[in-house]
């Protein structure tokens, strides 16, 4: 951008996003040095109207995505919603101490997160990679978009919708149940049982999105330049050795940047997905820590400490996606954005 | 591609059909995997008293379909209001976060306009991180949107994510018509609207099934912003009925000298009625969805 002036100058004389819109009445009037202040109305005049046309959509992203930041201040109260913010006690550290002094639903909680994501992360993660090497392998383009088209559907229902069919098909009143009671054999609970939870949820995570992770890696199947394939081949290279030595390295790219996405989300795992579940279960085994936030936040009215508990799960979570994006670029990876 | 058939024709003919055939098993069985539920479902939605008692619960065929769950759910009563609830969210939602998103990415769009750079780090940056469940919640709270319909929208009116795929189709729009237009007179809102916008008629809808989507399926909003049940989107209709399993019979009106449909094909055809705007629609999104989204996550 050559054309651009001094950041400091322009972070001055933009109209502040965050607090109004860009609007042709707002006044750039900010003491500046004249040459520049020239430049700055000149392009101002000019560009008045596209700001304007993307003031609504930055208003709205702006007041939910970093006013609400604001919010997380009750996390250094004893926050009254009857009182509010303002005139809410103050209690400094109190909330934390109580969370690290090794409160039992928090630290339940946070090991079953933790399990959670460990096993979305080592069993789900491979099976769409998996998956798409085997369908790039087949050469019909028909019964690949057939498959493709099949196999990602689930990944736009709900998972209210995914709940529900899971019940349907493997409750105790469920499809799967009721055939094995139909020939007589022996029924098994897996939908509402805390022992198997943690492979259904698994389940109904492939299931829904093994699909959709599927067809990014097939995307980036698809660049890889074929080319690499046949030299390959002449030089006697078996077909797993091509899968290591050209299709692995050629995708490298996606799976680090779908890793870096996992990874930043370690600490949510599906919110939606569990809180559904939970009735059934009960919180020994579904409780995470979102569904922590709130049931025992929103829920059963324990603000303070609950805007804590989230408070340090969204630091850790964008910790963990600039260190993950570090190490990517230590591998020579672009990574998901470039610094 | 040519290589690989290639080096398929040198192997043994037994090896080559095993070879294909263990693919093609692992594919059918992960297609089945997704299907039956779906059939399954629906058959059982059709399906009438006898046979659902016969089954046990849900059958993969109706033999004797019957539209009975279709007509008691759709005659009134809260399923049927949660549907025009959604339906209007979705209507109305899409509407508002088509037109602030394609204003967000056309002003994205010229890299040396004013405050280019730190306006993009602004909408970028929110791809990072999520401001939480409470501070979420009290936003809402302050702006006094509890318990309205505007709950279920405004806080996620804007993604980030597709911003950055719109931005990106804009950026790609040959330089020469736009400056064409200005030279003929055009200011930038009127070169929006009269070239931009009806070159990028198919980013535009794909971007408008994504929001569409969303807002068909959310649940979590309406979940923590919404204490009134006549207010209850069908995803949170559908979990009182299918997943907490609460008895439909009572929400049903029955008209007079008929029996009430089955418990079971009652709340199947809950479920299908909450699944067919997206399979109506999932034509469409497949045929964009990758291409958009890759695009976005690659340029991003």
Known sequence: MPQTGEPVVLERTVPRPTTRPAEPEADPEAPAPPARRVRVRARWRRDWLLLAVLGPGLVLLVLFNYVPLLGNVIAFQDYQPYLGIENSTWVGFENFQVLFSGDARVTNAVINTLIISTIQIVVIFPIPLALALLLNSILAERIKTVVQ???YLPHFLSWVIVVSIFQSMLGDAGLVNTWLRSIGADTFSFVGNPDTFLALVTTQSIWRDAGWSMILFLAALSAVDQQLYEAAAVDGASKLRQLWHVTLPGIRGMIVLLLILRLGDVLSVGFEQLILQQDAVGLAASEVIDTYVYNNGIVAGNWGLSAAVGLIKGIIGVVLVLLANKAAHLFGERGLYQS | MTTLSRTRQSSPLARRV?????????L???CLLVIIPFVSVVATSFADQRQITESGGFVLWPTHPSFAAYEAVL????VLQSLAVSIGITVVGTAISVASTIGLAYGLSRPNALGHRPLLMIVLFTLLFAPGIIPSYLMVQYLGLLNTYWALIIPVAINAFNVIIMRSFFMDIPQELLDA??????????????????????VIAVVALFYAVAYWNSFFTALLYINDTSMWPVQLVVRTFVVDSTSVSAEVPVQPGQTTPPQQSLKMAILVLSVIPILCFYPFLQKHFSEGALSGSIKG
């Open chain 2, 28 to 30: 059918v069985l992960s």
């Open chain 2, 75 to 78: 005659s009134g009563g809260v």
């Open chain 1, 149 to 151: 088209s099949i196999l």
């Open chain 2, 18 to 26: 095993w070879n294909g055939s263990w693919k093609s098993v692992v």
């Open chain 2, 181 to 202: 237009a200005r030279i003929d007179g055009a200011n930038d809102l009127q070169i929006l609207l009269r070239i931009v916008i009806p070159v990028s008629k198919a």
